[in-house]
T-cell receptor, first 115, second 113 residues
Framework: DAGVIQSPRHEVTEMGQEVTLRCKPI?????LFWYRQTMMRGLELLIY????????DSGMPEDRFSAKMPNASFSTLKIQPSEPRDSAVYFC?????????????FGPGTRLTVT | AQSVTQLDSQVPVFEEAPVELRCNYS??????LFWYVQYPNQGLQLLLK??????LVKSINGFEAEFNKSQTSFHLRKPSVHISDTAEYFC???????????FGQGTRLTINP
């Protein structure tokens, strides 16, 4: 398997623009997680899905952030409008909970810079 | 409250020296424990995990961690580090009944020649 795929790897945008980050989880995995990593706040869980259904979005910082998972092989994280404080590395991770496994597999991340 | 604490934000060591990265958690329920490693400009990779059974778990590259229930700890150790071990290490916990990983703040391991 190719692992978790994220695109784009780097995104530079201006304040006020819409940003869409994409994630393809590992085939067969039933959980998908979105994280944000910054120097100041470390690694934060934003939202996670189980079988394409959002389960916990308590980490989403504000209404400017939204996430969708229209099918088992694709998820998006959208920021509209973007602000400089949204600059961070955004990671997607997936996992399969069968047989009591809890480990998550991370994608390479999208480095977002908002100017 | 359920939490994970990595006591050291940075650990500098000399090459071939031993290292211990500390992780403690707070919980009244059972836990599953993980160490992840993040090399520069990369995503997180699972290093090792404890779900049940033997409290000492090992990775393929010489790291080991021991689950100590009485101390609520899961410290990571390596007897002799290499330059290639330079990375950030994250301790993570799944608390029984929950579905998500709770990460510690991370420890940056720097290896000096």
């Amino acid at each position: 398997d190719a692992g978790v795929i994220q695109s784009p790897r780097h995104e530079v945008t201006e304040m006020g623009q819409e940003v869409t980050l994409r994630c393809k989880p590992i085939s067969g995995h039933d959980y998908l997680f979105w994280y944000r990593q910054t120097m100041m706040r470390g690694l934060e869980l934003l939202i996670y899905f189980n079988n394409n259904v959002p389960i916990d979005d308590s980490g989403m910082p504000e209404d400017r952030f939204s996430a969708k998972m229209p099918n088992a092989s694709f998820s998006t994280l959208k920021i509209q409008p973007s602000e400089p404080r949204d600059s961070a590395v955004y990671f997607c991770a997936s996992s399969f909970r069968g047989r009591g496994s809890y480990e998550q597999y991370f994608g390479p991340g999208t480095r977002l810079t908002v100017t | 409250a359920q939490s994970v604490t990595q006591l050291d934000s940075q650990v500098p060591v000399f090459e071939e020296a031993p290292v211990e990265l500390r992780c403690n958690y707070s919980s009244s329920v059972s836990v599953y424990l993980f160490w992840y490693v993040q090399y520069p400009n990369q995503g997180l990779q699972l290093l090792l995990k404890y779900l049940s059974g033997s409290t000492l778990v090992k990775s393929i590259n010489g790291f080991e961690a021991e689950f100590n229930k009485s101390q609520t700890s899961f410290h990571l150790r390596k007897p002799s580090v290499h330059i290639s071990d330079t990375a950030e290490y994250f301790c993570a916990v799944v608390f029984q009944g929950a579905q998500k990983l709770v990460f510690g703040q991370g420890t940056r391991l720097t290896i000096n020649p």
